[in-house]
């Protein structure tokens, strides 16, 4: 079993005991694996509004709708959005992704 720990260097843990007590998660007797082979984020990079579209839609059928929790409004949305990713999402740059 492989573990990913989310330290902003995506590093995975082989074979390993996850300890988490208060609050803090201690790893022991760990081998790190390289870490390209975990991506460091779940979110779509920065300006790929096709994968940004495609997340969404993942989103959704997991029972998350950005879109109805911004009330209908694309505008509140990628306000929203925004703040999750990291980067400025685009309202018309969405609109148009997701209308290809």
Same mark, same amino acid.
């Given at each position: ?5 989310n ?5 995975v ?7 988490? *007590?208060?609050g803090?998660? =201690?790893v022991q007797? !760990? ?5 390209? &082979?975990?991506?460091?984020?779940? +979110?779509? *990079?920065?300006?790929?509004? =096709?994968?940004?579209? !495609? ?5 959704? &059928?997991?029972?998350?709708?950005? +879109?109805?929790?911004a009330?209908?409004?694309r ?7 925004s703040?999750?990713?990291g980067?400025?999402?685009d309202?018309n ?8």
């Amino acid at each position: 079993m492989s573990i990913y720990i989310n330290n902003n260097h995506g590093t995975v843990y082989n074979e390993c005991t996850v300890t988490i *007590q208060n609050g803090q998660v =201690t790893v022991q007797e !760990a081998e790190e694996v390289e870490s390209t &082979t975990v991506s460091p984020s779940p +979110y779509p *990079q920065e300006n790929d509004y =096709t994968g940004l579209v !495609a997340w969404l839609e993942a989103q959704k &059928t997991k029972g998350i709708d950005y +879109y109805a929790a911004a009330d209908m409004n694309r505008s509140k949305m990628c306000r929203e959005l925004s703040d999750i990713l990291g980067w400025t999402v685009d309202q018309n740059s969405l609109r148009k992704a997701q209308q290809r």
